[in-house]
């Protein structure tokens, strides 16, 4: 039985993005719906959610979920594509955007989907998997540099380069169709395991975010927000992976410097137009909600507030 997914942070992200119960929310990564739910819980009758997932999965778990409510749209495609979202649907800038990075649980733990070598299944690991390289594709074609790149950059692996020399030698043999055959090649690469931790980890990990173009989608989606937001509008990310964190932490940082201008002008600090704020510390799940969700321990929400 596939698990449910238990959303993180949940309380701390919806306070954190409502701010007016008549408005238009997006919620980035819909998932199973826990975030969307408790924004529309706290919504009046003319609020609004604008649900966006890549995973088809996911929009039709909301169409059966919501199908009764009809202050919820629903988006399938990238989070990154939401200016473009917003005028194609003749939307103005909405009150609050919220993104709960990664996988679900049902994503994860679902064998067909490829994500995980606790269940043998087809390596895919696509979140929209009605579209583009599968990992098993990717696997077959990409240079052992680039295989190596990925896995040391976005996994954090040490053996980077023994893993994708084993994993080049065995694609010889026979493309890699599935998930277990995939660990076990890393497995027998690897020269150091971590007791409690599969030697595949963070090479699964790295694999996904590469297919999944997670860390590019999100740059893409940085660089564009502000102006999809009102002013007074809150942007709320939660992340599980340091690279993502680091990304939205320098993001915040460098719009509340605004506009960088040479030093020896006389331009008072009031024109340097600061159109984006950070609102409050970063967060993190409580000992409590750790005990009760284990995926929740690497969690951190970070939020931001449009003011020009
Ligand atoms: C951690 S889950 C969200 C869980 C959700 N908040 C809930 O409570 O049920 C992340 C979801 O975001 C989706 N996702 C990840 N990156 C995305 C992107 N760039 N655009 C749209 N959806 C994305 C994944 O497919 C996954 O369903």
């Known amino acids: 039985m596939i698990a449910e997914h238990i959303p993180v942070l949940l309380t701390e992200a919806v306070e954190a993005l409502i701010s007016d119960r008549d408005g238009l929310y997006v919620d980035g990564t819909y998932g199973r719906g826990g975030h969307s739910f408790e924004i529309l819980n706290r919504l009046s009758q003319r609020g609004s959610v604008l649900a966006i997932d890549k995973d088809p999965e996911a929009i039709t778990d909301a169409k059966r979920r919501f199908d009764q409510d009809l202050r919820i749209s629903l988006f399938h495609g ?13 939307l103005e800038p909405v009150s609050g955007i919220l993104l709960d990075l990664g996988i679900s649980s049902p994503q994860l733990e679902s064998a067909t989907r490829g994500f ?17 390289e599968t990992a098993t594709e990717w696997l077959q074609s990409a240079s052992k540099d680039h295989i190596a790149f990925v896995i040391k950059e976005f996994g954090g692996e040490r053996y980077a380069w023994r893993i994708a020399n084993a994993i080049v030698r065995e694609r010889l043999k026979a493309p890699i169709f599935s998930t277990n055959r995939l660990a076990e090649i890393i497995k027998k690469a690897h020269p150091s395991w971590i007791r409690g931790q599969h030697p595949a980890t963070k090479s ?77 510390s970063a967060i993190k799940p409580s000992s409590a909600e750790i005990a009760r969700n284990k995926r929740a321990r690497s969690a951190v929400m970070r939020v931001a507030e449009r003011i020009a």
Not at 82 to 89: F, I, N, Q, R
Not at 123 to 128: A, F, K, P
Request: proline share 5%; glycine share 6%.
């Open 78 to 90: 990238s989070f990154a594509c939401l200016p473009e979202l917003l005028v194609d649907k003749g």
């Open 116 to 132: 995980s070598f606790q269940t043998d299944g087809p390596l895919d690991m696509r979140m929209d998997n009605t579209t583009g």
């Open 204 to 280: 699964f990990q790295a694999i996904r975010i590469h297919i999944n173009r997670e860390l590019k989608d999100l740059d893409y989606f940085l660089e564009r927000v502000v102006d999809t937001l009102k002013i007074g509008g809150r942007l709320v990310v939660i992340s599980f992976h340091s690279l993502e964190d680091r990304r939205v932490k320098r993001f915040i940082r460098s719009q509340e410097r605004g506009q960088i201008l040479p030093r020896n002008l006389p331009i008072p600090d009031s024109d340097r137009l600061i159109r984006l704020v950070k609102v409050g």
